[in-house]
C-alpha cells in the first residue's frame, strides 16, 4: 500500500466535510419547506417534530463548520511547516 501524506490525509477529510455538507444542505432544505407545508395545511403535531429535526440539522451544520475551520488550520500549519 502507498505511503499517504499527511497533507494528503488532511485534504481528504476537506473533501469529506465539503460532501457531507452539500448533502445536510439538502436535507435542511427540504425538512424546512415539509415544514412550512405542514403549518400551512395545520397539521402542528408533524410541523414541531420537523422543527426539532431542524434545530438538530442546524447543530450538525455547525459542528460541520467548526470542523472545517480547524482542517484549515491544520492545512495552513502544514503547507507553513514544508
Known amino acids: ?17 465539503h460532501d457531507l455538507s452539500s448533502q445536510l444542505m439538502i436535507a435542511m432544505g427540504m425538512v424546512e419547506t415539509t415544514q412550512i407545508i405542514m403549518t400551512r395545511e395545520a397539521r402542528t403535531d408533524e410541523a414541531t417534530r420537523l422543527g426539532k429535526a431542524q434545530v438538530a440539522l442546524g447543530k450538525m451544520s455547525d459542528m460541520l463548520k467548526t470542523h472545517r475551520q480547524e482542517i484549515k488550520v491544520l492545512m495552513e500549519e502544514l503547507k507553513n511547516s514544508q
Open 1 to 17: 500500500m502507498a505511503e499517504v501524506s499527511k497533507q494528503d490525509i488532511v485534504e481528504r477529510q476537506r473533501q469529506f466535510l
